[in-house]
Structures are given as C-alpha cells and as structure tokens.
C-alpha cells in the first residue's frame, strides 16, 4: 500500500489523533464524574445513616425516660401503701392488714398502664421488665385469682 502524502495523509493521521485524544478524555470524563457520584452517594448515605442513629437513640432515651416515670408513679405514695399492704397478705406472724379492695385496684391497674406504655412502645419493654417484673410476679403469685373473679 503506498503511503499517503500530503495534506490527505497528515489529514487522516490527525483526524486518527485527535478521535484517540477525544475518546481518551471523554472515557476520563466519564469516569470522573462517575466517581463523584459515587463520592456524593456514599456521602448522602453517611449523613442517612447518622440521622437515622440519632432518631433511634432519641427514641430510645424517650423509652427509657418514660420508663423512669412509671417507675416514679410506682413508688408513689398510694402506691407504695397498697404494695405494702398486698405483700403482707399470707405472711405467717405478720400484723393482720386488711386489703381494701381498692388497694388492689391501684396496684394492679399500674401493671396496667405500664403494659400498655410497653405494648405502645412508649416505655422500654426490657428496663420495665428488670424495674417491675419481680413485683408483679409476688403480688399475682398471692392476688390473682382473686384479681381474675373481680375483671
């Protein structure tokens, strides 16, 4: 094949060039602005993430305060008599106390609410477990039945 010279044949070779040229940058353009987006993806996501730990530990301390209310309702003073007065019911040599029947009623409707402030989500199931579970436990061990023929 016989060489091309002149105009045509410097023509042809800078034409060849510049397309090697231009497709080189465009593919380096291209990868560019695909790794920043990829950069601001990753980015975004991050700043997701860190909203939504901040949501869920805002949720969590909510949980938790409304938790420590109920614990301070349960050591109210009303509270604190019907408890008294239900823990002594059936202990041998202990004073005979006489359970209202309204010392039942405010005993037991706190476990009450605080099954519905666990089953809302508004309280936290596992510290409302650990505060109040062996409470409830020894109260229904005595009281139950009799709290089951009164509902």
Known sequence: MAEKTGF??????????????GVGIGGWTAIDQQQKAIAAEQQQAE??????????EQEVRATL???FKMFEIF?????????EKIYMVGEDGGPSVELALNDVFIYFDF??????????MT???YVAA?????YAIDAW?????????YR
């Open 8 to 21: 045509a044949g410097w023509s042809t070779v800078l034409a060849t060039w510049v397309g090697i040229i």
């Open 47 to 56: 700043k997701d993430y860190a909203l939504q730990e901040k949501q869920f």
């Open 65 to 67: 305060i409304e938790t």
């Open 75 to 83: 050591n109210r003073s009303d509270q604190l008599a019907a408890r």
């Open 111 to 120: 476990f009450d609410a605080l099954q519905i402030c666990v089953l809302s």
């Open 123 to 125: 309280c936290d199931e």
């Open 130 to 134: 650990e505060l109040f579970q062996p």
């Open 141 to 149: 061990t005595k009281l139950g039945p009799e709290v089951k023929a």
